[in-house]
């Protein structure tokens, strides 16, 4: 985007040391009023113009070598430039990259709770299961014991009644043999 803004301007500088140089043919030739015969004829004109020359060469040289290290910038801006949009890049691939990762990372953190909740939720399952068998059995052996219990009292009733019923029946068959004979 740079390049198309500066190359206009060297391009100036071009037009401007051409013209300028044009301009320095003319200035010794327009700068001297003096006879055309006399100028041509006199060493130190002749010196003048070659001092003049030499200027004008220097002149050039300059202005190439303000070319070339305009150019040199430019190129090292373009350089620049592509690599910080390379480092820029990077970065955006490495910040994708990251962002990617981290939401494998937290899918896979989300599964692997799902995973353990799960687990987790089947041991429990398994374990009210167990207790409920348990309570189960202890309701089952309350039961029971209370059953054998009530057979252990109703056996106890009936061996009490049954002593009774002998007591009863040894004491009536003695005193009704004694009582038998008295008669």
Excluded: W
């Excluded at 040391?17 to 003096?34: E, F, Q, T, V």
């Excluded at 430019?74 to 949009?85: C, K, L, N």
């Excluded at 990259?97 to 692997?112: D, I, S, T």
């Amino acid at each position: 985007m740079s390049d198309p803004q500066r190359r206009p301007s060297t391009g100036s500088v071009k037009a401007s040391s051409r013209h300028s140089s044009g301009s320095s043919r003319s200035k010794p030739a327009s700068a001297s009023s003096a006879p055309a015969s006399t100028s041509m004829t006199s060493p130190a004109n002749s010196t003048s113009a070659s001092a003049g020359k030499t200027r004008q060469g220097k002149k050039q040289r300059s202005d190439l070598q303000s070319q070339v290290d305009a150019l040199s910038d430019e190129i090292g801006s373009a350089q620049s430039d592509r690599v910080t949009r390379d480092e820029l890049k990077n970065e955006h691939y490495m910040a994708k990259y990251n962002f990617v990762r981290q939401v494998n990372e937290h899918k896979f953190l989300k599964a692997e709770r799902a995973d353990t909740f799960a687990e987790a939720a089947a041991a429990h399952q398994r374990a009210l299961e167990a207790k409920e068998s348990e309570i189960r059995l202890c309701e089952a052996e309350m039961k029971m014991h209370a059953a054998l219990a009530q057979a252990h009292a109703e056996e106890a009733a009936t061996m009490c009644l049954k002593i009774e019923f002998a007591r009863l029946t040894s004491s009536g068959s003695g005193s009704g043999s004694g009582s038998g004979s008295q008669a």
